[in-house]
């Protein structure tokens, strides 16, 4: 073969070899968006996250009262939990914000009041035992607020109002909540390994020629 002839050669080579690379490249670049189109977000927030303030509520099991979408929700004051007429029902509640809760005294389990825990907003006043609605509040901001009932705390009344959508969420992870580095999709890296494995093979092939000169010689 005449040098011409292997340069050429050589040329055609590389050539090929650099389209397949950007084959390659081109088809990573086309999973890679696939699998970030697929991977949607999520929304809407998730169980509240109460930090155990309920758990020793014996009317509490976990679940929350919905009373999203109304302008007002109310919560009865001395219902049947934790040994006598000492609950808030339901102990939790969801509302919209800007909606207003009203707490709406039984009559039973004598003397009660609503009072938040941790200094927040609520707060009836002096415990009372006349039933009817002895109190309520409009909530302005989203979060969580925790309440007590003064008299009887330590017998388990209390109660929690969810407001809107911006408030702590239970981690549903079951890791702990470590947070380390994106898992790397399988598909990713399949394709890096062949990505890489035709950029070597296309190298190496390059370095023969470029060494070599494609001159080979023909056996007789």
Not at 128 to 146: K, L
């Given at each position: 073969?005449t040098d011409?002839?292997?340069?050429?050669?050589?040329?055609?080579?590389?050539?090929?070899?650099?389209?397949?690379?950007?084959?390659?490249?081109a088809?990573?670049?086309?999973?890679?968006?696939?699998?970030?189109?697929?991977?949607?977000?999520?929304?809407?927030?998730?169980?509240?996250?109460?930090?155990g303030?309920?758990?020793?509520?014996g009317?509490?099991?976990?679940?929350v009262?919905?009373?999203?979408g109304?302008?007002?929700?109310?919560?009865?004051?001395?219902?049947?939990?934790n040994?006598?007429?000492?609950?808030?029902g339901?102990?939790?509640?969801?509302v919209?914000n800007?909606?207003?809760?009203?707490?709406?005294?039984?009559?039973?389990?004598?003397?009660?009041?609503?009072?938040?825990?941790?200094?927040?907003?609520?707060?009836?006043?002096?415990?009372?035992?006349?039933?009817?609605?002895?109190?309520?509040?409009?909530?302005?901001?989203?979060?969580?607020?925790?309440?007590?009932?003064?008299?009887?705390?330590?017998?388990?009344?209390?109660?929690?109002?969810?407001?809107?959508?911006?408030?702590?969420?239970?981690?549903?992870?079951?890791?702990?909540?470590?947070?380390?580095?994106?898992?790397?999709?399988?598909?990713?890296?399949?394709?890096?390994?062949?990505?890489?494995?035709?950029?070597?093979?296309?190298?190496?092939?390059?370095?023969?020629?470029?060494?070599?000169?494609?001159?080979?010689?023909?056996?007789?």
């Amino acid at each position: 073969m005449t040098d011409g002839s292997a340069d050429v050669s050589r040329r055609a080579f590389l050539q090929t070899a650099a389209g397949a690379t950007a084959a390659s490249a081109a088809a990573g670049t086309a999973v890679a968006q696939e699998e970030g189109t697929d991977s949607g977000g999520g929304g809407g927030g998730g169980p509240p996250d109460f930090g155990g303030f309920l758990d020793q509520v014996g009317n509490f099991e976990g679940s929350v009262t919905d009373a999203t979408g109304q302008d007002s929700a109310t919560v009865e004051v001395g219902v049947e939990a934790n040994g006598g007429a000492y609950g808030f029902g339901p102990a939790a509640i969801h509302v919209d914000n800007g909606a207003t809760v009203q707490w709406e005294w039984t009559g039973n389990g004598g003397g009660h009041n609503v009072v938040s825990a941790e200094g927040g907003p609520l707060d009836s006043g002096s415990a009372v035992a006349q039933s009817g609605v002895n109190y309520e509040y409009t909530f302005e901001e989203d979060g969580i607020y925790p309440y007590i009932c003064v008299p009887h705390e330590s017998l388990g009344m209390k109660g929690a109002v969810v407001v809107g959508t911006d408030y702590p969420t239970q981690s549903t992870g079951g890791g702990g909540g470590s947070s380390g580095p994106p898992e790397v999709p399988g598909s990713a890296k399949m394709l890096g390994v062949a990505t890489s494995s035709v950029l070597v093979a296309t190298l190496g092939m390059a370095y023969i020629f470029m060494r070599y000169g494609g001159n080979y010689e023909t056996p007789e």
